[in-house]
C-alpha cells in the first residue's frame, strides 16, 4: 500500500484467534466478529518521504531562478569594480566589492533561509545559520524515523 502524497491514510489492524496480524485499508474488511478488537493506525505523509521526495534528494535538478541571481551579482560585482575610480587603490577596490558581495550573499541566503520556513530570521544571515537549521530539520527527521520504527517493532512483535 504506497502512501498518497498530501493526504492522511487510516488502516485498520487486528490479530486473529490464530494470533496473525491483518492490516487493511477499509473497517468493511475486518470481519465483524473483529471489529471490536481492531485499532485505527494514521499513516501521516509529512511523516515519511514520498517516492517522488527521494527522488528529488537522489537527482540533482538545477535552481534556474537562484543560478540567474547569482550570476546577475557577478555580473553586478563586476561592474562594481570597473565603475570605481582608478585613483582607488587595486586592493581598496577588491576591499569594497568582496565587501558588498559578503552583504548580497548575506541578504541572499536569508531569503534562502525564509524560503524554508524559518522564522525569526535577521535581514543578514550566515552560512553557519543555514547549517543549524540543516542539523535541526536532520534531528527531527530521525527522531520521527525513531518513532516509526518502534510502532514496526511493536506490530511485528504482535504478529
Not at 487486528?14 to 485499532?39: C, F, I, Q, Y
Not at 558581495?101 to 553557519?128: C, E, I, M, N
Amino acid at each position: 500500500m504506497e502512501p498518497t502524497p498530501g493526504k492522511s491514510q487510516t488502516f485498520y489492524r487486528w490479530v486473529d484467534a490464530n494470533g496473525r496480524l491483518h492490516v487493511v485499508s477499509s473497517l468493511d474488511s475486518v470481519p465483524h466478529a473483529e471489529r471490536a478488537k481492531a485499532t485505527v493506525v494514521s499513516l501521516h505523509p509529512e511523516a515519511s518521504p514520498t517516492p517522488s521526495s527521494l527522488e528529488n534528494v537522489a537527482g540533482w535538478r538545477p535552481d534556474w531562478i537562484s543560478f540567474a541571481v547569482g550570476f546577475g551579482v557577478a555580473l553586478l560585482l563586476v561592474g562594481l569594480f570597473k565603475v570605481l575610480p582608478n585613483g582607488l587603490r587595486f586592493a581598496s577596490r577588491v576591499v569594497l566589492v568582496v565587501g558588498v558581495g559578503v552583504l548580497l550573499t548575506g541578504l541572499y541566503l536569508s531569503a534562502v533561509r525564509g524560503s524554508s520556513g524559518v522564522q525569526g530570521g535577521s535581514v543578514l544571515t550566515s552560512p553557519s545559520a543555514l547549517i543549524e537549521d540543516a542539523k535541526a530539520a536532520v534531528e527531527k527527521m530521525n527522531q520521527r524515523q525513531k518513532q516509526q520504527e518502534e510502532e514496526r517493532r511493536l506490530i511485528q512483535t504482535e504478529h
